[in-house]
């Protein structure tokens, strides 16, 4: 297996997102919310204390930022909706700090969905970064903008550590 094909398989995760619907000229496919269901599942393995979990999930978007790199130009896109590598990540990021229980997973999935599909901006502009930092990093700022979201709605209710 060539070095750009193990990133397009890494990419979309391990495949996941060709389940997805087909696009068929519609602009939703599914397979970002696939991407994030495999990030919440892959969550529960991640340490739960905050320094080695910073350090995992810098690490990831490191990598994942060569690996959907990669890809792209293997797919001859620029943020292709197979990828899906940056939702798990993102969710990552949304979920960075809560409570590993699943009221928090629930409110940090719901919350990055929703940042994710509606692009804010300043974090819509990211995705105009070249290669793979454009692939990830509008994912990353819809995450810190969930984990924001999911601190005030769980703090709110009392759900918080």
Known sequence: MTVDRLCVVLATGLGISYIALP????????????????????WSFLPAAPGPYAAVVAAASTVACWVCGR????????????????EVIGFWVA???????????????????????????????LERLP???????DDLGAGVAANLAARLILGGWGWSR
């Open 23 to 42: 696009a068929a000229g519609r602009k939703w496919t599914g397979a970002g919310l696939l991407g994030t269901v495999e990030g919440l599942l892959l």
């Open 71 to 86: 890809a792209d130009r293997a797919l001859g896109t620029h943020d292709s909706p197979s990828i899906v590598l940056d």
């Open 95 to 125: 979920a960075a700090g809560l409570a590993h229980e699943p009221k928090s997973a629930a409110v940090a999935f719901v919350a990055f969905r929703l940042f994710d599909s509606v692009k804010l901006p300043p974090y819509r502009w």
């Open 131 to 137: 290669g793979g930092l454009g692939v990830v990093a």
